[in-house]
């Protein structure tokens, strides 16, 4: 019995993603990585294992349009620098990251809402970006980060009027007041023990 390369995916699957390869620009290289690609198309290579998965033919015609896409595609996008948040390290840097694609800064349209109704849009525009310092420029601006990273210590400039922060990690919310000219305000936040991964918000609230 021959053994197959590859096994049928249960199903087309329904979202897409993209990754870019970085293939050196001569023909020879063009040509083993378009032959690879090609050999993910191959009927023959496919073992159907039940009744629920895709057929050898459905799986070769998928990688088919997939190849289509490639060719068509000859160049890399170009990436706009966006300044990453202070947190972010070497492991998760994502600087070079298209604009479009920047979930730290962002808005809510309800600075006050449940956290499952929480609307969070990402939107570099809301907020001013100097050194290692943001700024909020109005009520619903937000800033969300994911980590599995459970403690957070949370910095606040504070300025020349009393401002009211909200604070969201996983499912605990908290409303913190900070105080005009104290310097650097730093809060503590936890998040759920019983979560791999942390969801934090900190939003602008309406002034005092």
Not at 22 to 46: D, E, H, R
Not at 130 to 140: L, N, P, W
Not at 147 to 171: H, M, N, P, Q, Y
Request: glycine share 6%; hydrophobic share 45%.
């Amino acid at each position: 019995m021959v053994k197959k390369l590859f096994i049928c995916p249960p199903d087309l699957g329904g979202q897409v993603t993209c990754r870019t390869l970085t293939i050196p620009s001569t023909q020879p290289w063009l040509g083993i990585f378009n032959a690879a690609i090609l050999t993910l198309a191959n009927v023959n290579n496919y073992e159907q294992l039940h009744d629920t998965d895709l057929t050898p033919d459905d799986c070769a015609a998928a990688v088919m349009l997939i190849y289509a896409d490639y060719l068509e595609t000859d160049a890399c996008p170009t990436a706009t620098a966006i300044q990453s948040p202070y947190w972010d390290d070497a492991g998760d840097n994502e600087v070079e990251a298209q604009s479009d694609v920047q979930t730290w800064y962002g808005q809510v349209s309800d600075w006050l809402a449940p956290i499952e109704s929480l609307d969070f849009v990402g939107n570099l525009a809301v907020w001013a970006l100097t050194g290692f310092v943001a700024y909020a420029a109005g009520v619903g601006a937000a800033l969300f980060f994911r980590t599995a990273a459970k403690r957070f210590v949370l910095a606040f400039e504070t300025g020349d009027v009393v401002e009211i922060v909200r604070i969201i990690i996983d499912s605990s919310s908290r409303q913190v007041t900070i105080p005009a000219n104290a310097g650097i305000v730093e809060i503590v936040v936890f998040g759920d023990d019983a979560l791999a991964d942390h969801d934090l918000y900190v939003i602008k609230g309406a002034p005092v």
